[in-house]
C-alpha cells in the first residue's frame, strides 16, 4: 500500500514531452550527483535532482587553498537510483510531471511488480528509470491520445513476512531485496491507463500492477458519485421544462423533494454549487446558442431568496439570449444587486420583479434597468412604449445648464466693434487682422475636442486631420514640453499656424445673432505693455461660442464645425492700435446647434401664480436659506416656482453658491 500519508515535496516539474531514451544497460553515464532527497511520507523527492530546491549556504573551501570548493568535488555519492532521477528530470529522461495544467483532484497510487525478475534489474540503477518510460510510453500508447501518460511521483517498497509494503527512503540498496516492489502515483485519467498494462512483459518479466490501497477505486467511486448527482440534477431539469412554452421553471428550488433528498440544499454555497452545476449540464444539452434560442425562451428563478445576480450569474452566460425571465418571490431591493447581468441579457424583453423589495415605481431604478436590458418591453407586466422608455432615459440625463441669454457687460462698445471686425477679419483677411490686433507678446492656442457630445442627427463630423497636430488639449498633452510648444507667441508663429487652417466662414454677426452666445466682462490688473507705469491696466475677457462653416481644400468638402473662442483684449502699446489681444484661446468640436436663447424666453409658459404670491414665495425661500431675495427668485424660476422643488434645489446647489448669493449674518 501506499505511505499513510503523502506530502507535497514529491511533486515535480518538467516536460510533458519525452527525450531520447538511452539504454543504461551496462552501466550509465558519469554524472554528480545530489543527496538523496525524501519526502516526510519516505517518498523519494522528484525536485531534489532538479536543482528546483538549492542551498543558500555558500559552497565549502579547500582547506588548504581557500578557494571555493567544487559541489561535490571530495565526495561522490554512489547513489545510482539519484542520478536516475535526477537525470530523469533534466531531460534525458521521460519527464515526471507533465507541463499542463492538472487534471485536478488527489494523486491515485498503484503497485507495479516485476522489476526485480526483470532483465533491467542488473543495471545500476536498478531498471526504475527504464520501467517508468516504459510505462509512459506504453500507457500513452494504449490510450491513444496525444497528451503523454505521467508519473508524478515514485515510492519504493518491500514485502515483508506479512506480505505489507513500507516506504524505503535509503536509496537502491532495498531495489536488492527480495520482493522489491515500485509504487507510482499519478492522475485518474492516467492511472486507469497505466493499470491497464497488467500482465505486460516487461524486459523478459511479467508485470503486475494493481490498486493496491484501493485509491482508484475511491477516485472511481467520487467519479461515480459525481455522475449520479450529474444525472439526478439532469432528471430535476426535464422535470421543470415545459416544451409547449419553452419555458424552464427553476423557481422554489429549496420545496423541490428530489434536490432536498440528494441533500444539496443544506447550505448556501451548495446551492449556489448546484446551480453552477446546472447551467454546465444546460451546456451540454444545448451544445449551440441556436439549439438554446430555438428550445429555452423563458427562465423562472422565482422564489429562490435570491439576494444578487452574482449566485446566478452563470444563467446569463448560458442563455445569453433569453427572451422571459421570471424573477419574482427574491430578496432584489436596488438596481446594483443586478449589476452582475448589466449588458449580458441584449435581448431580453420580459422581466418580472414583483415580490422584491426594488422600488420598481421609481423612475430612477425603471431607467437603469431599460439601461441594463436595453430591449426590455415588459416590466412587472406593464408596456414599456418607445415613448415611455425615452422618458425614463431622459430623467436619467443630466439637466442642462438653464440659458438665461448672454451676459454681455461692455464698456464702450469696445467688446461688440472687436467681436465684429475679428470674425469678419478671420474669415476673409488673417494677415491683416494679426497686424491690427496682434504683437509679439500675444498668445494663441488650439485644441481640438473630438468627444464632444453632438446631435444624433448631425451630419458626420468633417476630418480633424488639418487640426490634431497642433492641438493643445491639455487632456491628451500631457508632457511640459509638448504643451509648451503648442502655445504660440508672436504675429509670425500665430500666422503660421493660421495660414495652415482651412478656410472658414462666420454667420454674419449682426443679422443672425442666434447663432452665437457671449459673455463680455471687465478685466483688471492687466500688465502695462508700455512699462510707463507700475500698476495694472483694466481689459476685458470675451468668451464666444458659435459656429462656422469650414471649406476644406484637400478634399473639396465643405461642413460646419462648432467653436468656442475666450479673448483676453488690453490696451495696445503706443503707436499701434489702441486695443490688442493679449491671449486667444480656440476649441473646436463637432458641429452641434446652439439653443435659441433668444427664442426660449418667449416659448416658456408664464407660471400661473399671481405676482404677490410670487414675492411670498421669494420671501418665504429668502427666511429659510438665507439667501439674497435675487437668488432665491432665480432657485424658484429654475423649477417652475414650485416651492418645494425651489427647497430641494437648494440643498443640492448649496456647495457651489458663491458667497454672495447669501444675506450677511
Known amino acids: 500500500m501506499a505511505p499513510p500519508t503523502r506530502g507535497r515535496g514529491g511533486q515535480s516539474r518538467g516536460s510533458t514531452t519525452s527525450a531520447p531514451r538511452k539504454s543504461t544497460r551496462g552501466g550509465i553515464q558519469k554524472t554528480r550527483s545530489r ?37 561535490g568535488a571530495t565526495t561522490r555519492s554512489t547513489t545510482k537510483i539519484q542520478q ?106 492516467d492511472a486507469e491507463e497505466i493499470i491497464k498494462l497488467n500482465n505486460f512483459s516487461f524486459a523478459g518479466a511479467k508485470l503486475e500492477i494493481s490498486d493496491s490501497d484501493g485509491s482508484l477505486a475511491q477516485a472511481n467511486a467520487a467519479s461515480a458519485q459525481a455522475q449520479d448527482v450529474k444525472s439526478k440534477l439532469t432528471d430535476v431539469l426535464s422535470q421543470r421544462y415545459m416544451t409547449d412554452t419553452k419555458l424552464l421553471k427553476l423557481d422554489a428550488l429549496s420545496q423541490d423533494q428530489a434536490l432536498v433528498a440528494m441533500g444539496i440544499l443544506e447550505s448556501k454555497d451548495r446551492v449556489e454549487k448546484m446551480f453552477r452545476v446546472m447551467m454546465k449540464i444546460c451546456d451540454e444539452l444545448f451544445k449551440t446558442a441556436k439549439d438554446k434560442i430555438d428550445n429555452i425562451q423563458s427562465i423562472s428563478l422565482a422564489n429562490n431568496g435570491i439576494e444578487n445576480a452574482t449566485q446566478v450569474e452563470e444563467l446569463a452566460d448560458t442563455f445569453p439570449d433569453l427572451v422571459h425571465l421570471e424573477f419574482s418571490g427574491n430578496q432584489i431591493s436596488t438596481v446594483a444587486q443586478l449589476a452582475a447581468w448589466k449588458g449580458k441579457f441584449r435581448k431580453l424583453e420580459t422581466l418580472h420583479l414583483n415580490g422584491n423589495p426594488i422600488p420598481v415605481a421609481d423612475l430612477k431604478t425603471r431607467a437603469a434597468l431599460v439601461e441594463y436590458f436595453p430591449k426590455l418591453r415588459d416590466l412587472n407586466g406593464e408596456q414599456l412604449t418607445p415613448e415611455h422608455i425615452e422618458q425614463l432615459r431622459a430623467a436619467t440625463r443630466p439637466a442642462p445648464i438653464p440659458q438665461h441669454g448672454p451676459d454681455f457687460r461692455d464698456a464702450n462698445g469696445i467688446g461688440e466693434t472687436f ?107 492687466l500688465a502695462d505693455p508700455s512699462g510707463s507705469t507700475g500698476i495694472g491696466h483694466d481689459g476685458m475677457i470675451i468668451s464666444v461660442h458659435g459656429q462656422f462653416e469650414e471649406y476644406d481644400a484637400a478634399s473639396s468638402q465643405r461642413g460646419l464645425r462648432s467653436f468656442s473662442r475666450s479673448f483676453v483684449l488690453g490696451p495696445g502699446r503706443p503707436g499701434n492700435n489702441p486695443i490688442r489681444v493679449v491671449s486667444d484661446m480656440l476649441l473646436l468640436r463637432a458641429y452641434n446647434p446652439l439653443p435659441n436663447i433668444f427664442a426660449a424666453g418667449t416659448a416658456q409658459p408664464e407660471p400661473s401664480d399671481d405676482q404677490a404670491l410670487r414675492q411670498a414665495k421669494i420671501a418665504e425661500l429668502s427666511k429659510q436659506t438665507n439667501m439674497i431675495p435675487a437668488y432665491s427668485e432665480m432657485c424658484l424660476s429654475e423649477v417652475g416656482w414650485d416651492f418645494d422643488q425651489a427647497v430641494a434645489k437648494f440643498h443640492e446647489t448649496k456647495a457651489v453658491l458663491p458667497a454672495n448669493a447669501f444675506a450677511s449674518v
Open 419 to 525: 467681436l465684429v471686425d475679428f470674425f469678419a477679419a478671420f474669415d476673409a483677411d488673417r494677415h491683416g487682422l494679426l497686424a491690427k490686433y496682434y504683437d509679439e507678446e500675444s498668445q494663441f492656442s488650439l485644441a481640438v475636442d473630438t468627444n464632444s457630445i453632438r446631435n444624433k442627427d448631425a451630419p458626420p463630423p468633417l476630418s480633424w486631420s488639418t487640426y490634431i497636430p497642433k492641438s493643445r488639449n491639455l487632456t491628451r498633452i500631457t508632457t511640459p514640453g509638448a504643451r509648451a510648444a503648442r502655445l504660440l507667441t508672436g504675429r509670425e508663429s500665430i500666422f503660421k499656424i493660421w495660414s495652415e487652417l482651412p478656410a472658414t466662414q462666420h454667420p454674419n454677426i449682426k443679422e443672425d445673432i442666434s447663432k452665437y452666445i457671449m459673455d463680455c466682462h471687465l478685466l483688471s490688473g
Open 35 to 71: 543527496p538523496i532527497r525524501v519526502d516526510r511520507d519516505g517518498d523519494l523527492d522528484m525536485d531534489a535532482g532538479s536543482g528546483a530546491r538549492r542551498s543558500n549556504r555558500p559552497p565549502p573551501t579547500d582547506p588548504g587553498t581557500g578557494r571555493p570548493q567544487r559541489q
Open 84 to 189: 536516475v532521477i535526477s537525470r530523469h528530470l533534466s531531460g534525458e529522461g521521460t519527464d515526471m510531471v507533465s507541463k499542463r495544467k492538472p487534471q485536478g483532484g488527489p494523486l491515485v497510487w498503484l503497485e507495479v511488480k516485476g522489476l526485480k525478475e526483470s532483465k533491467a534489474a542488473s543495471n545500476p540503477d536498478g531498471g526504475l528509470r527504464d520501467l517508468l518510460a516504459f510505462l509512459e510510453r506504453k500507457a500513452t500508447g494504449v490510450a491513444s491520445r496525444i497528451r503523454p501518460v505521467v508519473v508524478k511521483k515514485v515510492c519504493l517498497a518491500i514485502g515483508d513476512a506479512q506480505g505489507s509494503h513500507i516506504g524505503v527512503p535509503n536509496g537502491p540498496s532495498s531495489l536488492n531485496r527480495q520482493g522489491a516492489v515500485v509504487q507510482i502515483a499519478s492522475s485518474k485519467e
